[in-house]
């Protein structure tokens, strides 16, 4: 790919309002922000979607960073990829980390993107125009999702995804029920059950729900296709699926009928990429997942969304849902629960250099 620097930002965004789950809250976002180029100038971006602390996985800001700088640079300057498809076979030198490797494999696929002159979207094969746009809602009390679900559904959202746990979960959904009978809402457990509480899940079975979401332990499979026999509502898989291999194996055994893609969590595009075509073979529904990310991962992320098995609404909201301003121009919009595809070559966003010059702390460049 004629590559010749690498250039790595951290950097730290506060939240407009804090988001909350069972495992804590997030007030202030750190990321990091991966530019490629190669030899003719053209610029690829990429994002770390890792968090300052491992509540979600092991990998943190601090040691994506460290593998990006001391390890998967080093490789990609001794390999010779030709194309961004290679790059996850190149990585997997490296155990896991695959927030790290996705940060710097899908600016590769941007780079690639811009070379050839086309959008990402059409570039991995989109379909669509238009991507469904859900929202997660993440507050404290009952009363604040409510307000959060009237102000989204007042902007045009199409779905939303609640935050539950055993001290609020049938509580909660019966009040939303209550007000909103014919809303489309998916239960995010975030690991916060075992099978002792099968009899408290197949209460929610009331409720309609999409799917309820990695409701047992994060590295589970087997167990979860215990549970997905005894529950009407769909099992949806997110931590547990780390790998092409995790997906597959979860197939195989009945674990969920539906998979959350979260491309940094996969190790790449890549990697999301080839789940969404094994999902839609095997006719287990796929959805973008979300991770509280800057300008760049969300525009990778409309880009996998548009790909032809995505038809349940992902988290990919606009942009001022998050920031006071982002780093890409132009922002992230909803309109009518959609958000359109860029047709521009590569993620078909621009960098607002200004903003990213704010809210870097730290900026390093490498030499290939």
């Known amino acids: ?3 010749k620097t690498v250039t790595l930002y951290k950097i730290a965004m506060p939240l407009k309002t804090p988001f909350t789950t ?8 750190e990321g990091i922000i991966v530019e490629v180029m190669d030899t003719e100038g053209r610029k690829g971006y990429g994002e770390g979607v890792a968090f300052s602390s491992p509540w979600y996985t092991e990998e943190t800001v601090e040691t994506s960073y460290h593998v990006l700088k001391d390890f998967l640079i ?21 155990r896991r980390n695959q927030m790290a490797k996705a940060a710097l494999e899908t600016a590769l696929w941007d780079l690639a993107a811009k070379k050839e002159d086309i959008s990402l979207s059409k570039f991995i094969g989109g379909k669509r ?22 102000n ?58 999409m799917m309820i979401e990695q409701p047992l332990e994060y590295d ?25 291999h995790d997906a597959r194996r979860a197939a195989d055994l009945g674990s969920c009928k539906v998979i959350n893609i979260k491309i940094g969590r996969v190790g790449g595009l890549g990697t999301a990429k080839k789940i969404h075509d094994y999902c839609l073979d095997k006719g287990i529904h796929v959805w ?81």
């Open 288 to 368: 973008c997942g979300g991770m509280l990310e800057f300008g760049i991962s969300r525009a990778h992320n409309i880009a996998l969304a548009s790909l032809e098995g995505f038809a349940i609404p992902g988290d990919i909201s606009e942009s001022s849902r998050y920031w006071e301003e982002d780093i890409t121009l132009p922002e992230v919009t909803v309109k009518n629960g959609m958000i359109n595809v860029p047709d521009k070559p590569g993620i078909g966003f621009e960098i607002n250099e200004k903003r990213l010059g704010e809210v870097t702390i730290l900026k390093e460049n490498f030499i290939l």
């Open 152 to 209: 989204f559904l007042e902007r045009g959202y199409q779905r939303v995804k609640i935050k539950i746990g055993p001290e609020n979960d049938y509580e909660l959904i019966s009040e939303i029920r209550h007000f909103y009978p014919d809303l489309p809402i998916m239960a995010d457990a975030n690991s916060a059950y075992s099978l002792d509480d099968i009899d408290r899940l197949k209460r929610l079975d009331d409720f309609g729900l």
């Open 220 to 244: 589970d499979i087997v167990d979860h296709a215990k549970l997905q026999k005894e529950l009407d509502t769909p099992i949806c898989l997110d931590e547990s699926i780390v790998t092409f």
């Open 74 to 94: 080093p490789i990609l300057h001794n390999a010779d990829i030709k194309h961004p498809s290679e790059a996850g076979r190149v990585f997997d030198a490296l």
């Open 22 to 29: 069972h495992l804590g809250t997030v007030k202030d976002r």
């Open 1 to 3: 790919m004629d590559l």
């Open 129 to 150: 125009e238009q991507i469904l746009s859900g929202v997660v809602v993440g507050a404290k009390t009952n009363e604040e999702v409510r307000k959060q679900i009237e």
